[in-house]
């Protein structure tokens, strides 16, 4: 097992890709802390999966885009000890053409998906630094990098969290903690199901490899970039699209 004894806190776990890094991250032996607003459907397949490695699962209820998470935070740092791992999965969408746009759907989607890594990582980067260790993982997007018309807010959310995660790699670096992002493509989550049959077919003709993603085949992707076998990577941006960007 890849993380035996060490601890993990996923923001969004409660379901889609979140639930998926979740319930890797403990069949590789780590014991995980999962922060949402609510807890999700699938909490039972967490507890079995934890159980059949002899990890632990925990639910915290929180909104990271406020700053009463760096309570929760603390709550969890007081509980587990060390913080191995944090993944900053937690995001929304809040579609439109610009000039359709309402300022407080710029607002959410930006605090949802980026300010929340800074106050994550505001409490969370503090302790890794001190234990001279520590892995980060941003869930950014492809439309970080590429753009999409009708999301000018949630890809400058994730184009933002690119930049984030080179500056932060670079701040912490000499302290022994990583900090990468991961950008998938087009995956199956509540996130994309509004897409409808049409525009999802024509989505399809320009993924190179023909097909939409699976959740899992983004959490396989953070547990790289997790572990050790990842020991000499930070600052990079790992695009997971089935080639959508080449
Ligand atoms: P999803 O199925 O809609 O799940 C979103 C998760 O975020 C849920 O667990 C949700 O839990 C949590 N969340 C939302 N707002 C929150 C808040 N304010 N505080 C705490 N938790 C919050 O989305 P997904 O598709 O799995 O997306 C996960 C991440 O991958 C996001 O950052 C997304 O932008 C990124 N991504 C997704 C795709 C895709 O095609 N699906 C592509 C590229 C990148 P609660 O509702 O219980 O709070």
């Known amino acids: 097992m890849l993380f035996k004894g060490k601890n993990a806190i996923v923001t969004g776990g409660s379901r889609g890709i979140g639930l998926k890094i979740v319930k890797a991250l403990l069949t590789e032996g780590a014991n995980v802390y999962y922060i949402s607003r ?4 699938k909490h039972g397949e967490l507890e079995k999966a934890a159980s059949a490695s002899g990890a632990s ?3 915290k209820q929180g909104d990271v885009s406020k700053e009463s998470v760096a309570e929760v935070l603390a709550d969890i740092v007081k509980e587990a000890g060390q913080i191995d791992i944090l993944i900053n999965n937690a995001g929304i969408t809040r579609d439109g ?3 359709r ?22 409490e969370i980067s503090r302790v890794m630094i001190k234990q001279r260790s520590g892995v980060i993982v941003n869930i950014s997007s492809v439309v970080g990098i590429i753009g999409n ?8 959310s994730k184009a933002g969290l690119i930049g984030f995660t080179k500056s932060l790699a670079r701040e912490v670096a000499s302290r022994g903690v990583r900090v ?18 049409k525009a999802r077919e024509a989505l399809k003709t320009q993924i190179p490899l023909g097909r939409t993603a699976q959740p899992e085949e983004i959490a396989s992707v953070v547990v790289f970039l997790a572990s050790d ?13 089935g080639g959508m960007a080449i």
Do not use: H
């Open 97 to 99: 053409l610009i000039f």
């Open 38 to 41: 609510t807890k999700g459907e």
């Open 57 to 59: 699962v925990y639910w």
């Open 229 to 241: 076998r990842a020991s000499y990577i930070t600052g990079q941006v790992l695009v997971v699209d």
């Open 180 to 197: 990468n992002a991961v950008a998938p493509g087009f995956v199956e989550t509540d996130m994309t199901k509004k897409l409808g049959e």
């Open 101 to 122: 746009m309402k300022t407080e759907d710029w607002d959410s989607v930006l605090s949802v998906n980026l300010k929340s890594a800074f106050l994550t990582c505001r």
């Open 149 to 156: 018309a009708g999301q000018t807010n949630y890809s400058a």
